[in-house]
């Protein structure tokens, strides 16, 4: 009952005109990098961090959490209408979503999963509110080996899970905790690594690191692509049929429940959360048949379970400071960039600003139904816009942003800098996205280690000593098993199943 | 005898980097003496991270080897090559002039070249987006949001 009540109170703040504003313009910039080609929800998302410094923390979040979840809603429209999709958590609609367009009923594939999409981000919310609160306060007696075992938990995770390759993912991993390195060491103040540039001594700045490999290195990869498309076919109709209606309605429940629960595990993406409605889904149809061929409940689902996971990724940003994604990982750096340290404390400490946060993401997701039912023919014609046309004055908003951070273009020149490493990272299909993990919770990973080894007399055996951390542990290999296990099966899905033209801009 | 694949050359470039990393984390001190006992370092969490990243990027090179692919290229080849060249310079070029022809003066330029030049828009299309962009982002950046653009001794 006290969580709904500061839950409402976040609404004041959140429904507040200016926030709304801020909310109404992250869901729009969002949605269209979502339809645009080229620039995914985490180079969208790093790109114009810079644009919220002069922001207060409370709009700065608002605004970049409006991004993350718009683009959720904006990658389903290229699913479904040109069988690309805005980004991984959307491939799997492609699968159902875009036979139904060729039948003429795109409208019915877009408005069930707007509306899925709407019904899976509003349970992730109810999960936030009653959950985080609870799981903040078990974490308050976290000590530093409980919190070393869960960011090295959540860091392992995300590497060893995001993209082709485990070394290369783990090198993406260990490589963004080396950047994390440079700079002064916090307890003895020896320089490591600047290499003689006064410019490193401070440490590198995160907004560099992520506009550089994240935006930059994305837009150059992406120069050759033309994407002048058209979609002339008007989007009408958008319910189901009446014999439709109950399947949609207990695959969009089930993809919801489904998406909460694993979006809560750090590295088990909406993209895998997708995957695992469709599969339950199409295991419990009457006629397995249909999918594949324009079953509802194919787009219902997924659609249902990306938008919870990524809403239910929010709990172990906001509770324990772990993102679970990619995107989260830019959202955490955000919150580092504005003076907010995300753990059990943010609840205590800065309970306005987390409530609103919170309550902005329902304030979202209405704007976001509104948009994708009402004006989804309006999203339809901008996917032509072509990207020669978007992605010049897009380069010259990150030269901005990296410059804006202390007004010096040597700035400029380190972000340089990693969009060519960045770009080359890609072309050797080392994921990018754990960097970014890596990287903000680098110096805290280094930090608690020390911390645990001076509190122990026995070395790393202290864990065997501290039952969560352990625990933490141990959960850790479980999850990473399980989930090589969706993943192995996530990719014969999509060798046999899916025509998919997936060239998706994930990080 | 083959020639390894840009992909193995790179690989092994990555390992000879992270190598000579870990030299440098081997400068720093590994464990520290504090009250009477010690504890890590400033260089105890480098020279473990370093490890395993030389670790895994050998094992990186072996698989790479192992895949026995020749002609993966880093970078693109031909007309692609030729337009990140000249979009990557036109960023540079903006970078070196910002801070005495002013951002906007610099931005123009560097969208004209882009669009021009790199997109094969026509000149007088090309000069009007790129004006039009500029200003747009300088009033939006300078005067909306307080970013310190650069700027000429105009002002702008």
């Not at chain 1, 509802?296 to 324990?320: K, Q, R």
């Not at chain 1, 946060?357 to 339809?380: D, E, R, Y």
């Amino acid at each position: 009952m006290e969580n709904l009540i500061l839950f409402l109170q976040g609404m004041q703040t959140a429904f507040a005109p200016m926030n709304l504003l801020f909310v109404l313009v992250g869901v729009t910039i969002g949605m269209l990098i979502g339809v645009l080609p080229g620039i995914g929800p985490v180079a969208g998302a790093a790109l114009l961090i810079p644009v919220t410094y002069g922001l207060d923390p409370t709009a700065a979040i608002i605004l970049l959490a409006g991004i993350y979840y718009g683009s959720m809603y904006g990658g389903t429209i290229t699913s479904v209408l040109l069988n690309i999709p805005g980004d991984s958590a959307s491939v799997i609609t492609t699968m159902d979503g875009h036979p139904l367009a060729k039948q003429g009923r795109a409208g019915v594939a877009l408005g069930v999963a707007a509306l899925g999409s709407f019904v899976g981000s509003t349970l992730a919310l109810l999960a936030l509110v009653f959950i985080a609160p609870a799981l903040a306060g078990v974490a308050l007696d976290f000590g530093p080996p409980e919190y070393f075992a869960a960011m090295l938990t959540g860091m392992l995770l995300i590497g060893a899970l995001i993209g082709k390759s485990l070394v290369k993912g783990l090198i993406s991993t260990f490589l963004g905790m080396a950047l994390a390195m440079v700079g002064m060491e916090p307890t003895m103040g020896v320089a490591r690594f600047n290499f003689g540039f006064s410019e490193l001594l401070g440490g590198i700045n995160f907004v560099l690191i992520a506009v550089g490999i994240f935006g930059l290195s994305q837009i150059l990869l992406n120069l050759d692509t033309k994407a002048i498309v058209t979609v002339n076919e008007r989007i009408t109709g958008m319910r189901p049929r009446r014999a439709e209606l109950r399947g949609t309605t207990t695959a969009t429940l089930r993809g919801s429940i489904i998406g909460v629960v694993l979006g809560v595990i750090p590295a088990i993406s909406a993209a895998v959360a997708s995957l695992v409605s469709y599969a339950t889904e199409k295991r419990l149809a009457k006629d397995p048949t249909r999918f594949g061929r324009g079953a509802v409940e194919g787009v219902a689902g997924p659609e249902s379970a990306n938008n919870a996971a990524a809403g239910a990724s929010m709990i172990p940003l906001l509770t324990l400071g772990i993102p679970g994604s990619p995107t989260t990982a830019i959202l955490l750096g955000a919150f580092m960039i504005h003076g907010l340290t995300p753990g059990p404390t943010l609840f205590t400490d800065e309970p306005e600003f987390v409530w609103a946060v919170i309550a902005s993401l329902l304030a979202g997701n209405v704007i976001l139904l509104i948009f994708n039912i009402k004006l989804i023919n309006l999203w339809a014609k901008l996917i032509q816009l072509p990207y020669p046309l978007l992605y010049p004055a897009i380069l010259a908003i990150a030269v901005i942003g990296a410059y804006s951070i202390n007004y010096s273009m040597s700035d400029v020149v380190i972000t340089l800098v990693f969009a060519a490493v960045g770009y080359v990272m890609r072309q050797l299909d080392f994921p990018v996205a754990p960097i970014a993990l890596s990287f903000v919770l680098g110096g805290n990973i280094e930090w608690t280690l020390v911390q645990t080894l001076a509190m122990s007399n026995d070395g790393l055996l202290i864990f065997l000593g501290r039952p969560i951390a352990l625990g933490i542990l141990i959960a850790c290999v479980a999850i990473a098993v399980i989930a090589m296990a969706v993943r192995l099966y996530m990719r014969f899905v999509r060798g046999k199943g899916s025509d998919a033209n997936v060239s998706t801009p994930v990080g | 005898m083959r020639k390894p694949g840009s992909t193995v050359v790179a690989s092994g470039g990555i390992v000879v980097m992270f190598a000579a990393l870990l030299v440098v984390a081997l400068g720093y001190p590994y464990m520290v003496e504090a009250r009477g006992s010690s504890r890590p370092g400033p260089g105890f969490f480098p020279v473990w991270i370093l490890g395993i990243l030389v670790a895994l990027s050998i094992v990186n090179l072996v698989q790479e080897i192992r895949k026995r692919v020749t002609e993966t290229r880093i970078l693109p080849s031909g007309q692609s090559l030729l337009k990140l060249v000249k979009v990557f310079g036109s960023v540079v070029l903006f970078v070196a002039l910002a801070p005495f022809a002013g951002f906007t003066i610099a931005c123009a330029l560097f969208l004209f070249l882009i669009y021009c030049f790199a997109n094969g828009f026509g000149w007088l299309r090309s000069a009007g987006l790129s004006v039009g962009i500029s200003i747009a982002l300088f009033v939006l950046f300078r005067t909306l949001l307080g970013v310190q653009l650069p700027v000429n001794a105009l002002g702008w």
